[in-house]
């Protein structure tokens, strides 16, 4: 506050001293210049009348001039200050108005508002610097989570768009440099509701210098970072950057996973798409006709995404051919072919014919959908896998009808929201890779059949006083409950769920058998169709429902139901 | 040399001045009491004010402090000026007369105060 007070009277100095002057000249000068009453008698005003005929004059009020009629002497004295103080008026306001309007004293108070905004703030909140494709997404999806966010973008238009969108928690933004720590200071680093600094702008060494930042303002605070270059993300690794996400790794793993299971793709598929209206990875048709072959494929583009692809499916698959405009630069195999990949000559030398799957893996959207294009013309039955760079450019990989789509900034949205909103989702995906194949089918299968062929949702269940007191009272208690009880009871329909994993103390276990006991301090991952209340979500409060599953109270006026229940317990 | 400095150095040593004439002429003759040499004292320490607006260092925030009581303190005696003279007597009471000049005295020594300041100022500073 008081930099903006300071910054106020700064500018307002000379046109409050010209005021101050006008005034005064034009009073001392109405005392000085003598009158005649209409008796005839010379008098002087007094300071008291002049300062009022000089108040009302200089506002434009006019009440006339009184006491007495003024003689010719005053009237031209008047009229000169008339005009004076008009301009020194009409300078004053100038200068206010165009002190609101100015850029530095519009800075000072958006700064104000923001420190005032993030001291007020009493629930968890994320700091987003970075406020891009990827920093929208991530944004939406905390914001629909009901979690607070604050957004840090050096670029004025981003944030004025942050504005205009529709949130239900409106985010706090600014625009900052988020390389200085002041300013992630500002943004709350070390308000102890702070949950985390999310780095995602897309040049890594920003995303360092945000990384070192925020660790040196409060070491203690989670750090996730968007890295696309691997020297980077072991610079970051090394200072304890908790997270560090490569879209293009991740990509390439998940590609390799739809090459060698697509079942366990679809599997995991469905748990990383949770809250993203869209899906990650598209698949045109879910047919099992079109998962690509381990025949022969092609790599057009040997960037980051090129390199990352090549590497994981290389042992998978038979034979890689790699187009690239500079084999040499890009260090790219032997046997690669130097071209761009979009005329149909580099193709047909890379052995279109009888290849099964063709990646488009360049840095330049037209050029990728170029490549899909003509390689469906030369072999319609081909696997198109095409990288969108620019999310609007999306729409049109959807017309080309490229079977797997890559959106980085989707990439990285996804996988930045599930690791911090459902960390559990993240374990049981990592455990779920060492799964077997008949173990994923008949998961799968099993989740199929209970959520009726559409997208299952998942919950998390803490077993602790704090979010299920009812069920730990139970649990306390001495009653009994297994995983099975919870989870597959046949007394209440639509509610049954699926146990994915149980976590306790710090032990995870992927797909708990149904005969476990629950104890208290579980944490339970369950999931189950989509638009329905959970069994275990509504036990965590519902005294009655619990009491009726465990002890088969069956009673439904309340008396009944208490006597039933007392008789329970001195049996 | 600095013009602002030169500027802001006249006001205040202004200001000091005429408030001083103002007090010794009510002193000499308390019964010809020129209300223009208050008006004057009033309007230069308003200038200084503003002069010293905006400005965060320690001394600047003691001359604002300062001047902000001569201020307080002329504007008391103006008005209590201009409401004796608006109820009825021609001239000044004795009462009325020694009040506003305690007040002028007072102011006085504010301003006195801020001419202080401003010689410290000058001498601290190194070449």
């Known amino acids: ?571 | 040399m600095n013009l602002e400095k030169v500027i802001f150095a006249f006001f205040i040593i202004l200001a000091l001045s005429v408030n001083t004439s103002f007090f010794i002429s009510g002193l000499v003759a308390p019964d010809f009491l020129q209300a223009i040499e208050l008006a004057l004292a009033l309007v230069v320490s308003l200038i200084c004010t503003v002069l010293k607006f905006g400005d965060r260092t320690q001394f600047g925030s003691t001359v604002l402090a300062s001047s902000l009581v001569v201020d307080l303190l002329l504007i008391a005696a103006a008005v209590l000026w201009g409401v004796a003279s608006q109820t009825g007597h021609e001239s000044l009471s004795t009462a009325q007369t020694a009040t506003i000049l305690s007040l002028a005295g007072g102011a006085l020594i504010a301003n006195l105060l801020s001419v202080i300041l401003l010689i410290i100022e000058t001498s601290q500073l190194r070449r």
């Open chain 1, 1 to 571: 506050m008081a930099n903006i007070f300071f910054l106020v009277l700064r500018r307002m100095r000379v046109p409050l001293i010209l005021l101050i002057i006008v005034y005064s000249v034009a009073t001392i000068g109405m005392t000085l210049i003598p009158g005649v009453t209409p008796e005839g008698e010379t008098w002087r005003m007094s300071y008291f009348h002049a300062f009022y005929f000089v108040s009302y004059m200089g506002t434009t009020i006019g009440f006339g001039e009184i006491p007495y009629e003024f003689t010719d002497m005053q009237r031209s004295w008047v009229l000169m200050c008339i005009y004076t103080s008009v301009i020194a008026w009409l300078y004053g306001i100038g200068s206010v108005l165009r002190l609101v309007q100015d850029e530095t004293f519009l800075r000072a108070v958006s700064r104000r508002v923001f420190q005032r905004n993030i001291k007020r703030l009493d629930s968890d909140f994320y700091i987003i610097c970075g406020y891009g494709e990827t920093g929208e997404m991530i944004n939406r999806g905390l914001c629909n989570l009901g979690i607070q966010t604050v957004v840090i973008d050096q670029d004025a238009e981003r944030i004025s768009s942050l504005e205009l969108g529709d949130f239900l928690i409106p985010p706090i933004s600014l625009i900052a440099d988020i390389t200085n720590p002041s300013n992630l200071v500002d943004a709350g680093i070390n308000n102890p509701h702070c949950c985390g600094v999310i780095a995602l702008t897309n040049q890594d060494h920003t995303n360092l210098q945000a990384a070192v930042a925020s660790k040196l303002a409060n070491e203690s605070v989670r750090v996730i970072c968007r890295s696309e270059i691997e020297d980077e993300a072991k610079n970051m690794a090394s200072f304890g950057t908790n997270l560090i996400i490569n879209p293009y790794l991740i990509f390439a793993q998940r590609l390799k996973l739809l090459t060698s299971s697509q079942q366990l793709h679809q599997l995991q598929g469905w748990f990383i798409n949770q809250y993203s209206d869209k899906q990650t990875h598209s698949l045109a048709d879910q047919d099992e006709t079109s998962a690509p072959k381990t025949g022969k494929w092609i790599i057009c583009g040997y960037g980051r995404l090129g390199k990352a692809i090549h590497k994981a499916i290389e042992e998978l698959v038979d034979d890689v051919t790699i187009i690239a405009s500079d084999p040499i630069a890009s260090r790219a195999p032997d046997g690669a072919i130097v071209g761009r990949g979009t005329e149909a000559d580099t193709l047909l030398e890379a052995g279109i014919d009888s290849a099964d799957v063709i990646v488009a893996a360049t840095n330049d959207d037209a050029n990728n959908l170029s490549i899909i294009m003509t390689a469906k013309q030369i072999k319609s039955d081909i696997f198109t896998v095409g990288r969108v760079s620019k999310e609007t450019n999306q729409i049109l990989f959807d017309r080309a009808n490229c079977h797997y789509v890559m959106r980085r900034s989707l990439v990285v949205a996804n996988e930045v929201l599930t690791s911090i909103t459902r960390p559990l989702v993240t374990k049981f995906i990592k455990f779920s890779n060492s799964l077997t194949e008949d173990e994923t089918a008949e998961l799968a299968n099993r989740i199929q059949s209970l959520s009726s062929h559409c997208e299952p949702v998942t919950w998390r269940m803490e077993l602790n006083t704090d979010s299920s007191p009812e069920l730990v009272n139970f649990i306390n208690s001495g009653t009994n409950i297994t995983i099975g009880k919870l989870c597959e009871n046949p007394k209440i329909p639509n509610s049954r769920c699926i146990p994915l994993l149980l976590l306790r103390n710090g032990v995870s276990q992927v797909l708990p058998s149904a005969d476990q006991l629950l104890m208290e301090g579980d944490d339970l991952l369950v999931c189950g169709p989509r638009g329905k209340v959970l069994l275990p979500q509504r036990l965590q409060h519902n005294t009655e429902l619990l009491d009726s599953l465990i002890n088969n109270n069956t009673k439904h006026i309340p008396l009944l139901r208490w006597l039933a229940r007392r008789k329970a317990k001195t049996d």
